[in-house]
């Protein structure tokens, strides 16, 4: 709202009118942008009620995202040349919020994602991932994990996940699930480079959820040899493939210069 005023102001007055600083108003005026015509008898620069109305329209422009330096011509400009400017200047604008929108969504995204673990329906989880799969598997693991950063990477890696995505990693853990089990029953032997493959191989199954250090990755079959859910998942595969895939996990490990005795999440 411009606000009109009969008398005229000094810098200080019409600074605090406009809710700009003293300074702002020194620059406007350098530039030649607003410039005070009036002065008092003290010498001390006055703005009039038609430079005060200018300067409500320069905040204007400002706030739409003009830049100053054209706002004088604007300003200026005859009637048909401010108002091409002003129609560029409100497609820029409808440009921006559409930016913006879709950078709200993709905040949306990222909370849903940290606070749901997975941005499917549970009947859509169990179409992708088989029958054995329990949605609530990723509830507790949010519960476990929640406050942790590779979640908090878990949550960014898979906002934007489409079920086609999901999938592709499904189907892509069957065939290393199987690889591993063939492997186990052909007598691969751990530290070989045909295993190293497959660990590498398992790591990298992790990786698409959060980064996991060769460490990281010993940690996580140290559950697997602890956790019954764990242990019963890769022996269903092959008897014995839980014990094997963990021998495999610190073989390679070991060969990346970690310990698996004192290996750390890290």
């Not at 620059?27 to 008092?40: K, M, N, T, Y």
């Not at 069957?174 to 591993?180: I, P, Q, R, V, W």
Request: charged content about 25%; glycine content about 6%; aromatic content about 8%.
């Amino acid at each position: 709202m411009v606000v009109v005023t009969t008398s005229p102001r000094t810098v200080g007055a019409t600074a605090r009118l406009l809710g700009v600083t003293t300074r702002t108003l020194h620059h406007w005026d350098a530039i030649g942008l607003v410039c005070p015509s009036e002065r008092s008898p003290g010498g001390y620069r006055l703005y009039s009620a038609a430079e005060v109305a200018r300067a409500h329209r320069v905040l204007v422009y400002r706030e739409l995202g003009v830049p100053l330096d054209d706002i004088a011509g604007l300003l200026d400009a005859p009637h048909a040349d401010a108002l091409t400017t002003l129609r560029e200047q409100r497609a820029e604008l409808e440009a921006r919020i559409h930016r913006l929108r879709g950078m709200a969504d993709a905040v949306d995204r990222l909370i849903e994602a940290r606070e749901s673990g997975i941005l499917l329906p549970a009947e859509d989880q169990v179409a992708i991932f088989g029958e054995g799969w329990e949605p609530a598997w990723v509830e507790q693991a949010r519960e476990r994990w929640g406050e942790t950063p590779q979640w908090a990477q878990y949550a960014e890696r898979v906002a934007d996940r489409t079920p086609e995505g999901w999938r592709k990693i499904s189907d892509d853990l069957s065939a290393l699930h199987t690889d591993l089990a063939a492997a186990l029953r052909h007598g691969v032997t751990p530290g070989s480079p045909e295993a190293d493959t497959l660990a590498e191989r398992h790591r990298a199954s992790l990786a698409v959820y959060f980064d996991c250090t060769h460490a990281m990755h010993v940690c996580l079959a140290r559950t697997y040899r602890t956790d019954p859910g764990y242990t019963d998942f890769y022996d269903s595969l092959a008897p014995g493939l839980t014990r094997w895939l963990c021998a495999v996990i610190d073989a390679n490990a070991r060969a990346n210069g970690i310990d698996p005795a004192t290996a750390t999440w890290s």
